[in-house]
């Protein structure tokens, strides 16, 4: 039985609510940016500002199309957006634009497109697909392959451009498998490959494999204490066998540190780890972008009175780096509602996604609040010193025709997804 109301369903008010509110607030900030000597309102379409209106723009009528469109055909149409994502991302590799040491952009008349962004939507409606599918069942090995192999060639791809960042964010599918069934242990081995990573960087390979190979004898002598076991058994015992993964992995970490890793993105990972000290160099963006945050205070400097903001002390305010002109600009309490407002939309997600009837919705809405929930961590983590520089914009936050047009079409696409949802009793 079908019910209707209205042209688009019923959309989820609250969710376009915290959209339009992260859209108009950030190109607020994105105004204050790039005009801090006009007085009142001016127009230039040359600078960033005028530019992401035209963005914002055309986002309205991506957004007006896919509310017109019927729901189902998103289903339908999952393969041949995700193989036109694949086509893209290998097109960069062929005759892209390098911009900032990574070939991630494709020069279309004059105009840039970053296929990265999309390539983002394209796997989350594959992953979403391939996992509805009847009898999928993420607890046997051989129904893992597929759906994994759909969700992280994309990221692959994105690494030999290679722009990194992009690329970690394809990790958050790991949730969406884990809340599909996939056993909890791979999320532990994830956690557990951090933590060696972050060991192998900080100290030498000799004493992290030291380290490695005494936890494990106390995992497997406290388990002796507990149960007799024979020699037969030791050697099959999984503490053995998860000593000797770590220990490959703590290789493999150091040899992609030293031979893959560009020169810049090695200096910002020694940064983090307090290795090198260099303000006025790598360290420079960080160090300028946590002075902007802390001189806000409570409640900010005021609307286009940032210092650090009117003289351009941060580079790449507008993108990466726009958090620190909230934090500057609008305080602690701005801050906190642009936070919140983050969590909301996320959460609100993860709420909708729950309440679907059809796996494909439920799946698909699970996969884009993991991939916001990805860029949301690392770019604040970014600002605020807590993770690498690697260079990923704030969803509907930053400046960027890619990064808003891709995130607003996986927003709205899900929301479509979900009216449908009451039209079908």
Known sequence: MQRQSGWFGKLDGLAVGLFGFL???????????????????????????????????????LILVVLLSDARLYEALTVPI????????????????EVGGNKSWLELGGFGLQPSEFAKMGAALMTARMLSQRGVDLRQWRARWVPAIAAFLPMALILLQPDTGSALVFFGFMLVFYREGLPGYFIFLGLGAIVVSVLALAFSSTTVLVLIALGSLVALGLDRLQRRLKFRTVLRHPAIWYGLLAMGWALTVNQVF???????????????????????????????????????????????????????????????????????????????????????????????A????????????????????????????????????????LPFFSYGGSSLWAFTLMLFIFLRLDSQRWNTL
């Open 23 to 61: 859209v108009l607030f950030g190109w607020m900030n994105i105004y204050a940016t790039v005009n801090p000597e006009i007085d009142g309102f001016g127009w230039d379409w040359n600078n960033e500002a005028g530019r992401q209106l035209l963005f914002m723009g055309l986002s309205a009528v």
């Open 82 to 97: 995700y193989l036109a994502t694949l086509a893209l991302l290998l097109a960069v590799l062929a005759v892209g634009k």
């Open 354 to 393: 729950e309440r679907q009837k059809e796996a494909f919705s439920r799946i698909y809405g699970f996969g884009i609040a993991s991939i916001l929930l990805i860029h949301f961590l690392i770019n604040i983590g970014m600002t605020l010193g807590l993770v690498p520089v690697i260079g990923i914009p």
């Open 258 to 352: 030293n031979s893959v890793l560009q020169p810049h993105q090695k200096l910002r990972v020694q940064l983090l780890l307090g290795q090198v000290d260099q303000p006025s160099a790598a360290g420079y963006q960080t160090a300028q972008s946590l002075i902007a945050i802390g001189s806000g205070g409570f409640v900010g400097k005021g609307y286009m009175q940032g210092t650090q903001t009117r003289l351009n002390f941060v580079p790449a305010q507008t993108t990466d780096y726009i958090f620190c002109t909230v934090g500057e600009e609008w305080g602690f309490m701005g801050s906190l509602i642009v936070l919140l407002a983050f969590a909301g939309l996320i959460g609100r997600i993860l709420y909708l």
